[in-house]
Nanobody, 124 residues
């Protein structure tokens, strides 16, 4: 099993920045890519960003390209999501996820482990 614990969410004004962190514990050696997803009220959970095990490959949703950056520190078993130029439409619960499958997953079905979620609210 792998446990994921997120932190760093909160309330920010439009145009501001936040950084989310996700600390993994347990059988972390079994994981490959890491990802971030988000879910707004009454909407489906959607892909935000993914990162390969080495950090060499990344993938982003079109809506966050150029504004969000995913990174990882394997020595700390931590994945980050730096969010800049935040918009009200970025408001959602953000989830960290880990996959044991090959490749960079962009759907939630490709991820085996999930964090508890962290609220991000962007005011106009």
């Amino acid at each position: 099993q792998v446990q994921l614990v997120e932190s760093g969410g909160g309330l920010v004004q439009a145009g501001g920045s936040l950084r989310l962190s996700c600390v993994a514990s347990g059988r972390t050696f079994s994981t490959n890519s890491m990802g971030w997803f988000r879910q707004a009220p009454e909407k489906e959970r959607e892909f935000v960003a993914a990162l390969s095990r080495t950090g060499a490959l990344t993938r982003y949703a079109e809506s966050v390209k150029g504004r969000f950056t995913i990174s990882r520190d394997n020595a700390k078993n931590t994945v980050y999501l730096q969010m800049n130029y935040l918009k009200p439409e970025d408001t959602a619960v953000y989830y960290c996820a880990a996959s044991t499958s090959a490749g960079l997953g962009v759907t939630r079905f490709q991820y085996n482990y999930w964090g508890q979620g962290n609220q991000v609210t962007v005011s106009p």
